[in-house]
Every structure is written in C-alpha cells, then in structure tokens.
C-alpha cells in the first residue's frame, strides 16, 4: 500500500517545514486517497482531533507516527507546538476523526495560526460527507449549497435557524447527531412543509441509507423502522425553484409537453430555456414532473 502510494504521489513536491490538512475517509476506509497515505508516511508528526481514532487508522497503514492531540477545545493553545515543529523544518500533518478538517470539525484555528506564521498549508483534498450528500441528493433546482453544518441546541436560537432555513431558497446542508434527529426532523416538518429533503444515514459505511421525500414526511419515514434512527446524519435541504405566476409555468408546460414529445429530455429542456429564457434547472424539474406523469 505504501509502495503503491509512494509510486502514485511521490512525483510531487513536499516542502519541509508545512502544515498538511489531510482528509480522511468518512466512513469506508477504501476512500482514503493514495496521496493522503503518501503524506501520512512523509510526516514527522500528525496532529489529530483524537489520538484514539487516528492511531487505528495508521496502524492500519504499518506507520508509526507521533501523535499530537489538537481538538476543540485545546485548538489555540496547541497551534504554538505545532508551528514550533514546522520552524525546526518538520513536516506535520493535520486530520479530523473523519472527513476534511474544518469543516464542522477542528483546522481552521490551526491553519490561521500557521498561515498568521508564514509557514505554508498544503491541502491533502478527499472524502467530504457534505459533498457526498449533495453529489446523491438529485437536486435539480440548486446550482450550489449553503452549508449549514449544526444547527443550534438551545430552543429559541434553534427556532429561529430553522426559520432561516425555511426562508433561504438555495440548496442547504445540514448534519445532526443521532439523539437529535428526531427533533430536527419535527422541525423541518413543520417549518418547510412539502420542500424536498434527502436525508443521508451512515455515508459509505454498509447500512448506508439516503431518502428522498417531503419534509413533511421525515418524521413519520423515521418512526418505521428504529434503525432508521442510528448512525450520523446529512440532511439536503432542496432548493426552492423560483417562483412565475400561473401563465408562465402554464406557457413553459406547453413549451415543454411538445418538446418533450419530439425529443430527449435534456435537449428538449436546453431547447425550452433558450425559447423562454426561463431557469434551466427549474425547467428541468418540471420537464420531469411532466414526462413521470404521463408515464
């Protein structure tokens, strides 16, 4: 393995002295990227959000590495360390218990002390569940996402989040811890109605689970089955589509129901946006509400 990643990566240049933010797999450990195992090999340390879950995960790969525990809640203190290592010309590498540092985890403190200290950050890209929850959601509409991350625990700020949410019309990201799901669930419900949801349940992992359906129904799909309960959660909120009067999307439907009838779906979409200057992604929706219903 770290032969095949050495022959893989090894081209590339590794300066001495950086920092390497170092994604790891979120769940399947296949995903870890034959770059990252390159640089996990290079390193004179590797600095993590929990030596317990990072020293498996290098035993796995036949390294032996100093480990430096850089977490929430010891991130500004332990930054000094780590830039001391890379002013002696170490090499340290960064990672999260899953996924891309800093993103709703530990890094950011620590790379803006680093980059505040003009040694370089080198960015080791892999698995994101953000990403992977957007790449199988099917949001037709959305042409990008807000991420959101996790919501607030306290009611009134939580209230006011979800209302939020309810009011943005782009595409967002959410993730939740399974002794919440069910209450943000609820509050989806009741605050975004019918909006599309998919709710994405141990990503990568083998009881992997994505559904789409209304927001409505979430608390009502999670009440059928306790296992359903389980796990980390990803939720994509759908973008709303914007909004015409009744005459327009009655004169897009009719644009679209002959095209449709002529040609394949995405030309007959491309056609129909250039015709009518209408958002392609929202004709695109609706092209495939008309083609499933008169299926």
């Not at 590498?93 to 899953?98: F, I, K, L, R, T």
């Not at 605050?191 to 608390?219: D, I, N, Y």
């Not at 999307?249 to 015709?275: C, F, M």
């Amino acid at each position: 393995m770290l032969q095949a990643a050495a022959a893989a990566a090894g081209s590339q240049q590794y300066p001495a002295g950086a920092l390497y933010v170092v994604a790891t797999p979120i769940g399947n450990l296949a995903d870890l990227t034959l770059r990252a195992i390159h640089v996990l090999s290079l390193v004179d340390a590797v600095a993590c959000e929990d030596t317990r879950h990072t020293a498996p995960l290098l035993r796995h790969l036949g390294l032996d590495k100093p480990l430096l525990a850089v977490h929430q809640h010891n991130e500004q203190s332990s930054a000094g360390d780590v830039i001391a290592r890379l002013a002696r010309g170490e090499r340290v590498a960064y990672v999260s218990d899953a996924g891309t540092p800093a993103i709703s985890d530990p890094g950011a403190v620590l790379v803006a002390a680093v980059a505040v200290s003009g040694r370089p950050v080198v960015a080791v890209p892999g698995a994101s569940s953000a990403v992977t929850a957007v790449s199988v959601a099917g949001d037709t509409v959305g042409s990008g996402f807000l991420f959101i991350g996790f919501l607030p625990t306290k009611g009134n700020e939580r209230a006011l989040a979800l209302k939020t949410l309810a009011a943005a019309s782009e595409t967002q990201v959410l993730f939740e811890a399974p002794h919440r799901i069910e209450a943000l669930a609820e509050g989806l419900a009741e605050a975004c109605g019918g909006r599309a949801v998919t709710l994405c349940r141990e990503l990568t992992k083998q009881f992997e689970t994505v559904a789409t359906l209304p927001a409505s129904a979430l608390p009502g799909w999670l009440a059928t089955d306790p296992n359903r309960l389980r796990g980390e959660f990803v939720l994509v909120l759908h973008a709303v589509a914007p909004s015409e009067s009744a005459d327009e999307a009655a004169r897009h439907d009719i644009v679209l129901r002959t095209l449709l009838a002529e040609l394949p779906l995405k030309q007959a979409v491309s056609l129909a946006a250039a015709l009518s200057g209408a958002p392609r992604n929202a004709l695109y929706a609706r092209a495939l509400a008309l083609k499933d219903a008169s299926a």
